[in-house]
Nanobody, 124 residues
Framework: QVQLVESGGGLAQPGTPLRLSCTVS????????MGWFRQAPGKEREFVAATTSSGGSRYYGYSVKGRFTISRDNAKNTVYLQMNSLKAEDTGVYYC?????????????????WGPGTQVTVST
């Protein structure tokens, strides 16, 4: 059974950092590309970041580029999202997702497995 479990969400003040983790089980992690998406209330799910199976290539959504960093530790079956300089518009539910081709993609439809999500709220 494949499981993706996000952690690290919570309440953060604008300008502060937060790190999300996603631990994966039930699949061969080092063959899967991993992505992060988010969804704010009343909005569509948005691509945040993705990395190839090796971690050698990384891609970012326009609104987070330069502030967020995706990384992975294949020995720990975990992918991370380091979020710096948080803004109120970063508020939403953050989901990690796994894609079996190993090639990172920005399209949510191309991901095979999803976590339940973790809430991030950026507010004073």
């Amino acid at each position: 059974q494949v499981q993706l479990v996000e952690s690290g969400g919570g309440l953060a003040q604008p300008g502060t950092p937060l790190r999300l983790s996603c631990t994966v089980s039930g699949l061969r992690f080092d063959t899967y590309a991993m992505g992060w998406f988010r969804q704010a209330p009343g909005k569509e799910r948005e691509f945040v970041a993705a990395t190839t199976s090796s971690g050698g290539s990384r891609y970012y959504g326009y609104s987070v580029k330069g502030r967020f960093t995706i990384s992975r530790d294949n020995a720990k079956n975990t992918v991370y999202l380091q979020m710096n300089s948080l803004k109120a518009e970063d508020t939403g539910v953050y989901y990690c997702a796994a894609q079996g081709t190993g090639w990172a993609t920005r399209s949510a439809d191309e991901y095979d497995y999803w976590g339940p999500g973790t809430q991030v709220t950026v507010s004073t």
